[in-house]
């Protein structure tokens, strides 16, 4: 397929994905104009009724003619109404029709008709807009986050298309590397005996490196696109259950918040209305039943059901977000493959935590949420407002000063139930909150699990299990080289200096968070122990990385990157900028806040610039697990702001605390507006799907059932014989103490797969020592890691320390004094490692080393010791001078 035919498929998913969003903001839009003008609508209905009843009192004098013209003229009005809420207007109906049967009406009716029922009804009118104003809040708000969820969906389809592009760009650069293989091995057939053993063994060298280096590649890329797709699954299933909880439970309880106490309001009124009339006219009991039945008809789901129907296409559920797998990828659901298993594993029992948690909670808030419903509706019964049926009609014409006590009364009562109200609607928002999130993890939860034990059955497959399985493990970084203070110092010092443009203790704790901990719960926010966040600050001090593997706490880690940012001196953000970003704080608009705070970044220099677009886009990646991690934007900003902005007066630190924790906030949404993009600053950028990268990672071998499956090396290992030792077989290579031989790759942890003196076989492990590029100090000497001393390991000139040159042949043939002087480094080698107990493979057991004599007891005594099970010796430590 042409790459531009790649090019449109991938536009076509993007764009079906935009177009379902457009429709979901026009739909959600229609949905807030419907919601409004329903609620003209319950407005001109208790308008119209209250206007009813102070007329019906106005004309009590004319009732009987009076009477029929009314309900003319509203039945007339009401006929041009829009026909919502059925109950309702089954009410007015009976009402109407009750009204045209009467013929005399009592002076109390008219005086409860204009005072009382008349002022409940205003009542009614002002709670039923001021509750639509809050549901219309609440509304916004939900729509708000649904399609924030939406958005993350967008961005993880794209994300995926992008690492799904580079994969499919590896793998054809592999087929294209293999294509160039064949028609090398059949040239060097067709050349024959004519060229040179030395030549061909090169050729064979370099396109066996070139091999390994494409099947690295599309491994990693692999890797990438596995994480990214199932971080597009999780947001795509997300997603899905955000939608059917919003319109299949959220827009319901929307509507009935909006509703609430518009219903209870007409009853009330209606009954008031009813108990003055049954006191006084008796006659027409069997219209007043048929009207009290209209009454106890009206039924507030049934009017919400009917709304939802009448109104379809605002208020049903869309269609769903259907999975779209990029340029033919056929994984459709979540991969729980080894090398993301742990990690999967990881985050499922998290999530089951915090699932947990938030459902228990999503509980206790619903037991308070329908226990303020009561108490709510409760006051808005009260009897307090309804007439007495024993008091007499004729005692309702008070004396003006004989109401005050009544007023202060209801003013108390109106006051708390709007106090009532507002504890109301903060449940309804945190239960809406809590629900959706529930649902979100639930669905969540269920990818995972069903992932988790797909892998399980995998792995439980006798078919399976024959062979071994090779892992990459992250090997240590290369001892830094050059001494300059790490935490407390000036970054831009520090930069220049080590030509490490994003510092080791940043890229190092960045990358290990990314890798275990995005999901943790309160990452940054709960302290690690201050006795290990000190352990890991010495070892970057000295040079060393001490997050090579995964032991290490992760609050720790944490605290570690905090602890580095706040002794920065001068902080991230230089002092003359503080005035200037805090100011930017007043904006009002998030877009015009954010564009000014970029034309202040924009004049800092070049290296912090750098540094500053790697944190916070690492801070946006770990609050897009806010649901899980309960580390929301706000939340990080207020763990690192006082770290990266300071100003030089330190008085007025915590007033302005609140404005520096609104800063950091709007940079961590808006980081990729305000710093700018890799073609315009080059530089590192942050990868939200990382690995342990290819120049630190080594393979190793867990043992199976059947015959091991060995990976071999990238690179080739020198090592000294440190005894003689005679082959027993001719697969074995002869070699006598003091000669170098060449590694190529472990054959078992007794046995390396080597050369000596041009000829290859196998080489006891036990009978050499394996040199890691050692560089003789005037002071000291110092075993690098193998990825700073290998060929090909290389990351570049920037912070890495530069390669040796190789030997030439003739210094391979050591000395006697420069072999005293190796013997004597690798004693202290040798001493310092502990000891390992390798397992036994498939591959011969080696023989065990001659006894030591008088004059070199020492380091063969320390040689078994030195043995690691799969590896050569790898050391970061500092040899002492030689005497």
């Known amino acids: 397929m042409t790459s531009h035919g790649k090019l449109r498929r991938e536009k076509g998913s993007l764009a079906e994905y935009e177009s379902q969003m457009k429709d979901l903001r026009a739909q959600l839009t229609d949905q807030i104009k419907v919601l409004d003008s329903q609620v003209e609508v319950k407005q001109q209905q208790l308008s119209d009724l209250s206007e009813f009843l102070r007329r019906r009192g106005d004309i009590e004098a004319e009732y009987a003619r009076a009477l029929d013209k009314l309900t003319e003229r509203f039945t007339h009005k009401t006929k041009k109404k829009e026909q919502w809420g059925q109950s309702v207007c089954q009410v007015w109906s009976v009402l109407l029709t009750q009204t045209r049967l009467e013929s005399r009406e009592h002076a109390a009716l008219g005086d409860t008709c204009c005072n009382t029922l008349t002022q409940r009804l205003i009542h009614s009118t002002e709670d039923t807009h001021r509750l639509h104003k809050r549901s219309k809040e609440v509304g916004i708000q939900m729509q708000d986050e649904l399609l924030k969820v939406t958005t993350e969906l967008q961005t993880a389809v794209k994300t995926y298309n992008q690492y799904h592009t580079d994969c499919l760009i590896a793998e054809g650069k592999l087929k294209e590397a293999e294509r160039l293989e064949e028609r090398h091995t059949g040239k060097s057939a067709e050349l024959g005996p004519g060229q040179s053993g030395g030549q061909r063994r090169s050729s064979v060298k370099k396109m066996e490196r070139l091999m390994e280096k494409r099947h690295g590649r599309v491994q990693e890329t692999q890797l990438k696109c596995t994480k990214a797709r199932n971080d597009y699954l999780l947001n795509l299933a997300a997603s899905n259950a955000a939608m059917n909880k919003y319109y299949l439970q959220d827009l319901s309880t929307l509507i009935d918040c909006c509703d609430l106490g518009f219903h209870l309001s007409v009853e009330r009124v209606m009954r008031c209305y009813l108990a003055s ?18 009454v106890t008809s009206l039924d507030q789901g049934g009017d919400r059901d009917a709304l939802l129907q009448q109104h379809d296409a605002a208020f049903c559920l869309p269609f769903r977000f259907n999975y779209h797998p990029h340029e033919g990828d056929q994984v459709c659901e979540v991969s729980a493959e080894s090398q993301v298993r742990y990690e999967l594993e990881t985050r499922f029992q998290q999530l089951q935590s915090r699932l947990a948690a938030v459902t228990l909670e999503t509980e206790e808030i619903s037991k308070t949420l329908k226990a303020t419903l009561t108490a709510l509706l409760d006051s808005m019964c009260d009897s307090d407002c309804n007439p ?66 797909k892998a399980e059955a995998v792995d439980s497959d006798p078919s399976r299990m024959q062979c071994a399985r090779s892992v990459r493990v992250r ?174 007066d330190s008085d007025d ?88 031989l060449v590694l190529h790759s472990k054959a078992s942890c007794d046995w390396w797969r080597g050369e000596a003196g041009g000829v290859k076989g196998l080489i006891p492990h036990k009978y050499i020592s394996v040199l890691e590029a050692l560089c003789v100090c005037p002071d000291r000497m110092r075993v690098n890691s193998d990825s700073a001393s290998l060929p090909g390991r290389q990351r570049g000139s920037e912070g890495s320390p530069s390669r040796k040159p190789p030997t030439s042949p003739a210094t391979r043939h050591l000395p006697e004094m420069i072999s005293r002087q190796m013997n004597s480094v690798f004693k202290e080698l040798l001493s310092r490692q502990p000891p390992l107990q390798a397992s036994a493979l498939a591959t011969p057991a080696a023989p065990a080393p001659p006894a030591p004599s008088s004059s070199s007891s020492a380091l063969p005594q320390a040689a078994p010791a030195a043995k690691k099970v799969g590896f050569g010796l790898r050391g970061r430590a500092l040899f002492r001078p030689m005497d």
């Open 277 to 294: 009339r049954l006191r006084i006219q008796k006659t027409e009991e069997t219209g007043l039943k048929q009207l009290e039945a209209a």
């Open 388 to 453: 007495s049926s024993d008091v007499p009609s004729g005692l309702s014409n008070e004396a003006p000063g004989g109401s005050t006590a009544p007023k202060l009364t209801l003013a108390k009562r109106r006051a708390n139930q709007q106090e009532t109200e507002t504890y109301y609607f903060t449940k309804v928002k945190e239960f809406l909150t809590s629900s959706s999130l529930t649902f979100k993890l639930q669905a969540k939860h269920d990818l995972l699990q069903d992932a988790i034990q």
């Open 475 to 648: 090997k240590s970084r290369p001892v830094s080289q050059f001494c300059h203070t790490l935490f407390t110092t000036d970054i831009v010092s520090y930069i220049q200096s080590s030509g490490q443009q994003i510092p080791v203790v940043v890229e190092s704790c960045i990358r290990f968070i990314n890798l275990h901990g995005l999901h943790h719960e309160g990452i940054f926010r709960v302290p690690g122990s201050q006795r290990e966040v000190n352990l890991i600050r010495d070892a970057f001090e000295r040079g060393e990385d001490p997050l090579s593997d995964s032991e290490c706490d992760l609050d720790s880690v944490a605290g570690v990157l905090k602890l580095y940012f706040r002794g920065l001196e001068p902080p991230l953000f230089p002092y003359d900028s503080y005035s200037q970003l805090l100011e930017c704080v007043q904006i009002e608009g998030e877009t015009e806040k954010a564009a000014q705070i970029k034309v202040i970044v924009s004049t800092f220099p070049r290296p912090l610039l750098v540094v500053m677009r790697y944190l916070f886009a690492f801070l946006n990646h770990v609050s897009q697990y806010s649901d899980e991690n309960m580390m929301q934007p706000y939340n990080l900003a207020v763990c690192f702001g006082p770290s990266l902005l300071r100003g030089v």
């Open 653 to 740: 630190a915590v007033a302005r605390q609140p404005q520096v924790n609104d800063l950091v906030k709007t940079m961590i949404l808006q980081h990729d507006i305000i710093f700018p993009s890799q073609s315009e600053l080059p530089g590192p950028v942050y990868e939200k799907h990382m690995t342990l990268e290819q120049e630190y990672c080594e393979p190793i071998t867990e043992e199976g059932d059947g015959e091991t499956e060995h990976l071999p090396s990238e690179d080739e290992w020198e090592a000294v014989a440190m005894f003689d030792y005679v082959a027993r077989s001719p697969a074995e290579l002869s070699f006598k103490q003091g000669e170098l």
